[in-house]
């Protein structure tokens, strides 16, 4: 299958198949980036119809149940679902997609919450939107406690999105995942959401392998793991090597080799990705006179052991100078502000 993605187009909402992402409000961009990089990686024919910087509205000529999983892996999105119905507020008129009724019909009832986003969404549109649904789908009844389906409505432009509820997990995805929650904890562990994120730009999938050659208490290899990409872990402490062992077996994980070695000196010959955080100040680059001699070490290594097409998503420090190697691209990059003295700079580069 052909990949076709576009920017915003004025044929809005011609297709049947129609998506609608809201992104979270803690660096949407990289939301964006993790929704690209699992269309691309999984071939997926989409175009993106509308969007502002956070909501993304996208079209698939066949939409397949499978992709409910696939979307569920962005970090940065705090909603996605099947655009049902739009209403526009200059006409109060409802307007229903052509999958409507179709996806529907298995439900009996339903309820509406209202997602407030940029402005405040006045309460009155849940039960004005809730009713013309009913009307437009006589078979659904109203059901506010317990619903076989909950809808989501938010406002976009001129208009209100009403699109099914593709809801994550109603615990907190992040919260027994954190770095404190861990048997092994370090300061200067990943959060959990930064990790996934960083996975998913890889553009890696199932069954896949990830190396994270700097990989301290493994925020980085959890995530991967729990997406079924195996993980190899390499770092040159030894007592680190054992903490992130027992944090990835404290989640049940096993697909996951955690190697004691020195990253310049890998005892591996292939991976599909690499995703690292660069531990500056620490051993393996300290032997280096400055950065650009460290990364120029490191790419040449690790390009070794990637083939044409893949990953490396990487971190570091925004005081670092720019360096991309000759036989790589550069595809992605986002700012990530930690505290007052360090903005930790991603970027995402392409094997030629």
């Known amino acids: 299958m052909s990949l076709k993605s576009s920017s915003i187009t004025t044929n809005h909402f011609v297709n049947s198949f129609i998506s609608v992402f809201v992104l979270s409000g803690d660096f949407p961009q990289i939301g964006r980036s993790e929704l690209i990089s699992i269309l691309e990686s999984n071939n997926i024919d989409y175009n993106i119809i509308d969007e502002n910087s956070r909501i993304i509205i996208v079209s698939f000529n066949k939409y ?6 696939l979307f569920q892996r962005i970090a940065y999105c705090n909603y996605f679902g099947i655009l049902l119905f739009r209403y526009n507020l200059d006409f109060d008129k409802l307007y229903a997609q052509n999958s409507s009724s179709d996806y529907l019909k298995k439900y009996n009832s339903f309820s509406v919450r209202k997602i407030n986003i940029k402005t405040r969404l006045d309460n009155k549109y849940e039960s004005i939107i809730g009713g013309l649904i009913k009307n437009t789908v006589p078979h659904l009844k109203v059901n506010l406690t317990s619903p076989e389906i909950g809808l989501f409505v938010c406002k976009f432009d001129n208009q209100l999105l009403i699109f099914s509820n593709n809801l994550f997990s109603n615990e907190p995805r992040w919260l027994s995942r954190r770095p404190r929650a861990r048997p092994f904890f370090l300061p200067f562990a990943i959060h959990p959401k930064l990790s996934r994120a960083l996975v998913n730009l890889c553009r890696l999938n199932s069954g896949q392998r990830l190396l994270d050659p700097f990989c301290g208490t493994a925020s980085i290899g959890i995530e991967s793991c729990l997406m079924n990409i195996k993980f190899t872990g390499i770092d040159i402490s030894k ?4 903490g992130a062992q027992r944090n990835l077996e404290y989640f049940n994980l096993n697909n996951f080799d955690i190697i004691h070695a020195d990253s310049l000196d890998l005892p591996i010959s292939f991976s599909d990705g690499i995703v690292t955080d660069f531990p500056y100040g620490r051993s393996s680059i300290k032997k280096f006179s400055n950065s650009v001699k460290f990364m ?7 390009s070794e052991l990637l083939n044409s097409g893949s990953y490396i998503v990487y971190m570091s420090p925004k005081d ?5 190697p000759s036989n790589f691209s550069l595809i992605d990059k986002h700012e990530i502000y930690i505290h007052s003295n360090l903005t930790r700079v991603i970027r995402v580069i392409r094997k030629l």
């Open 320 to 324: 670092w100078p720019e360096y991309l």
């Open 239 to 242: 007592k680190i090597c054992y």
């Open 296 to 302: 120029s070490k490191f790419f040449d290594i690790s």
């Open 64 to 69: 397949d149940t499978h992709y409910d999983e």
